[in-house]
Structures are given as C-alpha cells and as structure tokens.
C-alpha cells in the first residue's frame, strides 16, 4: 500500500484511504496478538517528523490494549540516511535485553500484510514535549535525577553489539565534519560564525575511537519519553550508526535542545557532570571531556547547517510554516556557536 494519506473531510468520517487502512489492520490484528479479535480507535499522530505515527486499540475481549504502529510515509518511502524500519525495530528488541527503555516491539509488517513497512509497538505512557519536561511541575521531582539517568541509558546503548547490525553506516569525526562542510558550502550561502567554527572543529578534530560502538544517532530531548519517575523510553532509532560514542553525548547537550533553560547543559534539565558521572558508573569507562565539548559544538554547527538549508525547500517543494520556523533557527545557533568558542 503507497498511497498517502488524505485528510478527513469536514463532517469527520474517515477518509477512503483511513477505511481501507483500518480493513488491512483489523485483518492483521491476531498476527499482533494473538488474543485480539479487531482493533478501534484508529487515529494518525501529529509526531512523527519522518515516518507516520498510528495509534489504534487491539480489542482483546472486553479489554483494550493501545499500541503504536510506525510506518513509512505513504507506507513505502525510504530515507536514504535512516536505518529502516525493519532494522529499526531490531534495534529496538537489542536495547530492550540490554536494558534499555523502550516501547515493547510487537510485530513488524510483512509484505503480506499490504500495508507497507513499518512496525507496532506497545503504547508508553508518558510525556516527550521537551518544554514540558524542563519545567512543567510534574517533573520537578525527577528533573535533578535525569541527567544521570540519561548517561546510564547511552551506556546501556553503546554495549549493543555492531556485529549483529551489519549493514549500519559507520562515521567518523572528521567523515561528518567534511559532510557538512560540503552540505555548507553547496548552500552558496556564507555565513562568518559557521566558517570560524568549522575551521574550529577542523583544527581540534579528535582522533577515531579505539572501538567504535553502536551509537543512537539522536539521542537528545525530544526524542525520549518522561514520566515522574524518569525516563520511560528512548525512541526514534533510525539514525543508528557505528561511531564515536562521544556523539551522544554531546548531541544532548546542544542548545537548541534545552528549551529555553540555557543553564542546564543536557537537555535542558541537568547537569554535564551528571550525565558523564552516570555513564562512566554504568560502563566503567572514562570519558574524555574535551572530545564531548567537540561533539556539541558540531551538533550545534550540524543544526545551524540544517537549519539554513531549509528556505529553498520552502520555497520549493515544502512551503509549510514549520520550514520557515526550522530556517530562521540557524541565527540561534550562530549565538549557541560564539558563546562554545568562546568557553
């Protein structure tokens, strides 16, 4: 199935494509679980920037159980940097043994299911609106404590085993360093402040780890699900990549990620000293700081690029108000960046 979704119309019924969408996963619903009987509720998500989010409820007797199918957009399209769905939600199954929090993967849809590729997942209660969780009061409890939590969870991930995922892209520092750099310079857009700190991470390039790991790629404040009690579940693996472990680290600290709490180095919510002190207890390694500031500053560098990259989609085959909002976004990290190499 590739057609794309359409939108219901004015009095609410669902779409043509919704209904033969619904039909395809009533009739799988048993390979899901195998005590449903149906599903309801069927309802496409606002989240989900690259793929499509479905949340539906599989009908167990009188009981309902809510789970999350995420899917190819259109139920085919490939990014060409993502991992794939299905070597997603291997990943995911991965980190659940090794510990780590994430949603419980149920299936993952085969060619016979006629609903292209994608997986369900079981739903996590829990709040991923990075606002909301550097200072809403019902994380305020918690907030001190996630930090570390948060370097305990990347530890967890880099023990996953590159071996068993072989067709994962690998990078280097000075690889995603020069592939920005050409993304920039093809902008034909000169801008001072990314010239001053790409000549920066070029002179300070760390060298390549002595064991690349498995690394999440994304690891970062909206891309985790929060409860009271912490976090509840990481998500969004489809930039897994071997590398520098030193990535993840350094991705969640970048400000563009802190939601206006500028003084709390990760994510908006703790402390640096924190997050290493966390990954350091759960894996028994010692990190090198300076590399982590490194990391940020390309993370930031990395956004500013992406960032100013998005008017010709704007005005080309994009024209949203989120590509506009994304753009001017670059001017922010040209501050984040003068203020890092400054430090």
């Known amino acids: ?6 939108r219901r119309g004015e009095d609410g019924e669902p779409s043509a494509f919704e209904q033969t969408f619904e039909r395809g996963l009533e009739a799988m619903a048993g390979r899901i679980d195998p005590e449903a009987s149906g599903i309801a509720g069927l309802k496409r998500l606002s989240g989900g920037a690259s793929q499509e989010l479905w949340r539906f409820d599989l009908i167990k007797g009188e009981a309902k159980r809510p789970v999350i199918l995420r899917r190819a957009p259109g139920g085919d399209r490939v990014s060409e940097t993502a991992v794939g769905l299905e070597n997603e939600a291997a990943l995911i199954v991965a980190a659940a043994k ?36 550097v200072k809403g009061e019902a994380f305020a409890e918690v907030r001190p404590r996630l930090a570390r939590q948060c370097g305990e969870i990347i530890a967890k991930i880099h023990t996953l085993d590159p071996a068993d995922f072989p067709g994962l892209r690998r990078s280097t520092a000075r690889g995603v360093l020069e592939q920005y750099h050409a993304s920039y310079r093809a902008s034909n857009w000169p801008r001072p402040v ?20 498995l690394v999440h790629g994304d690891f970062r404040n909206g891309n ?9 579940a990481v998500l969004d693996w489809e930039l897994a990549h071997v590398g ?51 990391w940020e500053v390309l993370g ?20 949203t108000v989120e590509r506009a909002v994304i753009a001017r976004r670059a001017s922010e990290t040209e501050v984040d960046l003068m203020r890092l190499l400054a430090s």
Not at 1 to 6: G, I, L, N, Q, V
Not at 260 to 270: L, S
Not at 300 to 319: E, N, Q
């Open 1 to 6: 199935m590739s057609a794309t979704p359409e």
């Open 98 to 133: 090794a510990g780590v929090p994430v949603p419980p993967v149920l299936y993952v849809l085969q060619p016979g299911d006629g609903l292209g590729r994608g997986f369900v997942m079981g739903f996590v209660e829990g709040e991923t609106l990075g606002g909301r969780i």
């Open 194 to 213: 990314f010239d001053l700190a790409f000549r920066w991470l070029s002179e300070h390039c760390p060298p390549d780890p002595e064991r690349p790991c």
């Open 224 to 232: 985790l699900m929060f409860g009271p009690d912490g976090v509840r």
């Open 244 to 294: 520098d472990p030193m990535e993840d680290l350094g991705w969640i600290c970048v400000n563009s990620w802190r939601f206006g709490q500028v003084h709390k180095t990760v994510g908006g919510f703790g402390d640096l000293n924190d997050l290493f002190d966390g990954y350091e207890a759960a894996s028994g390694a010692r990190l090198d700081r300076a590399a982590a500031k490194w």
């Open 300 to 319: 930031s560098l990395k956004w500013g690029v992406m960032c100013a990259g998005m008017p010709p989609v704007f005005r080309t085959v994009d024209p």
